[in-house]
Every structure is written in C-alpha cells, then in structure tokens.
C-alpha cells in the first residue's frame, strides 16, 4: 500500500471529500498522528484511506476552516424551504417605471 503526506493546500476534492467522510464532525486529537519526517521535524496529521494509499494529510487550522468551508459549499446545492419566502415577494418592473416618466 503506498503511503502519501499530503499539505492541506495540494489537497484533492477526493481527499477533501474522504477527509469529510471520515470526520463529519471535526477531528479531535486522538486522530492526529504524529511522526518525525527525513528532517527529523515533527509533523501531525490525520489519516484517510483508498483501496491502495494511505494519505496522511497534515494537521493545521488551515485544514479545519476547509473541511469546514467544504461541507458549507456542499449545502448550498440542498433545495432550501426558503423559496417559498420568495413566492410573495415584488420586484419592479424597470420598463414600467421608464413609461411611467
């Protein structure tokens, strides 16, 4: 199984997308892994998986504000109730207002 360090920034939709399977509510420290990279500095990330890799997609507030920015864009496709708010409302008619000079 390959295995690939991922920064937040190179990040994929499909692993944004794994990243949000997996942690629909965030992710805490118990799913932070940490280890010490070739130059001996200390990275944490978490861990998703596909068939054949494993991504281990480094921790930052950076990558908490975009899983959480991409489970805001996915609810912005759900039909909304609040079109029926709409149904009443009036919007002028510019041509009307141009005859009406």
């Known amino acids: 199984m390959k295995r690939v360090i991922v920064d937040y920034a190179k990040l994929t939709n499909e692993i944004l997308t794994l990243l949000v399977e997996k942690f629909p509510e965030g992710y805490d420290d118990s799913n932070i892994i940490r280890f010490k990279n070739a130059k001996n500095e200390t990275i944490e990330a978490v861990e998703v998986r596909t068939e054949d890799t494993i991504y281990l997609v ?18 912005v496709d759900e ?23």
């Open 58 to 75: 480094k921790v930052s507030t950076k990558l908490a504000d975009r899983i959480e920015n991409f489970e805001d864009d996915d609810m």
């Open 79 to 101: 039909p909304s109730d609040d079109m029926d708010a709409l149904k009443d409302l009036e919007i002028a008619d510019e041509s009307a207002e141009e005859e009406d000079e």
